[in-house]
């Protein structure tokens, strides 16, 4: 499976993907999580301690093309062998990979976000599943910072600025080379709420996840939902959301 | 005044510069709301509603689109492409991204 986290800031994009993660990875699946936002997160929502944990500057070496500067994988180092050497181990044998959180204006994030940049060009193969968080909002999702994915999940509120930024982000379905774009209905509390979702976005929904203050409790203790409510109603829908996507993305 | 909201996705910036800057009006002051965000919603948090959110024409693409002058200012600017949200509040977006190409993160 290979599925990218999508949606507008606070949908609950990091909570839904790093308990997607820990569900595929506790049913045995080999599971690399994807962090690319540059504001900590994921870590948190996986249950992962270090929240910056980003490559390292020597993981890339400089090299000249056309007179610009521009930068590869060390010599000698695969994806693969970054994602061995580099990305954190976490709960239930997640591997965990960031981008690299921003040190401010005057720090170069430029090698660490190169760094990530290759490793997304050379992923391990399809013994991985792969789970990816994008920031919040269009920008990364429309530049290309989930080319890795087979499936965007599109997490959607029932509220208007929610839906609107659903419809936007349904322009990936439309772009080339995006097999299958769904949206995931999000902190429902009415009964017509995924419909509400269905019509405001134009996309299928995968499933829907109900209103939980677990979620909310366990962003405000810092702890994986997983581990802080494993009984929360929120998991048991992440788990049907697994379940589903299953059926629906190809066998890889 | 000038201020910026900023702060982490879900954080509530945009609620935030709404109601302040629909406070502002209210006390009188002559308001600008500009969204930064490249996934504009600040007018529907403003009370402009959906439609009317969603059709605003950034500013960067007005003046991509080179098919009108020049404008001759950026009072020019936010006279044309923006919209009046209510209490007065003079809103403009800056740049939206609207389909997908390769870039910076």
New interface residues.
Partial sequence: MRVAFVG????GKSSLAGTFARVLAAAGEQVLVLD????P?LALSLGVPSVDTGLPDDAVEEYQEGGRRRYRLRSGLTGQGAVEQYAVAGPDGVRFLQ?GKARGPRWDNSRP?WAFQRVLDDLPGDDWSIVGDL???????????GRYARTYLVVVEPT??S???GR?LA??AA?RGTPQVLAVANKMRQPDDPDRVAAGTGLDVLGAVPFDPAVAEADRQGRALLDAEPAAPAVAAVRSLVEALRSREAPS | MKIAVVGKGGSGKTTTAAVLARTYARRGHETLALDCDTNPNLGISLGLGEDATEALVTVRDALDAGEEEHASSADDLVERFGATAPDGVRLAVVSAIQNPEPGCP
């Fill in positions: 507008k800031g606070g949908a690319s936002d540059p504001m997160g981008l976000h920031p919040g909002g269009t920008r990364q999702p429309f530049m290309t910072w208007p600025a839906l609107l930024s936007r322009r990936l772009s």
